[in-house]
């Protein structure tokens, strides 16, 4: 089944569904309904929120499925965020709290032997 357009193929305005139809008994319903901010998503988007949600919200989990970095997926996270209509607030002390608490990881892995001091320096360098 084709995704739903969201704007207006002509003029860019947005769009609104105005009639449903069931595919098993032919029920026709009409009326304005609105489509939900899920619509307003790409396939790229729509795919993201699939594996953040299969990975329960948690990035880093998705960090080590996906091999990217935790601050591209923030920053995917954030797109999509605003992809949908919402407002991304404070986005800069957001960034610095997660390089503190990536910081603080690093240093805990180290002190627990998981670790080696070259290991640690190194992955404290590209954090940067």
Do not use: W
């Amino acid at each position: 089944m084709n995704k739903v357009f969201i704007k207006c193929p002509a003029c860019g305005d947005g769009l609104y569904a105005t009639q449903l139809s069931c595919n098993r008994c032919d029920t026709t319903v009409q009326g304005s309904f609105s489509l939900s901010a899920f619509d307003r998503l790409s396939a790229d988007s729509l795919h993201f929120l699939e594996i953040y949600i299969k990975n329960r919200g948690n990035l880093k989990e998705m960090e080590r499925e996906s091999g990217e970095p935790y601050p591209a997926l923030r920053s995917k996270l954030n797109a999509v965020i605003g992809e949908m209509g919402f407002e991304v607030n404070g986005e800069e002390k957001i960034e610095q709290e997660d390089l503190l608490d990536e910081r603080r990881q690093i240093l805990n892995r180290l002190d627990r032997g998981e670790l080696g001091a070259k290991e640690a320096t190194e992955a404290l360098q590209k954090l940067k």
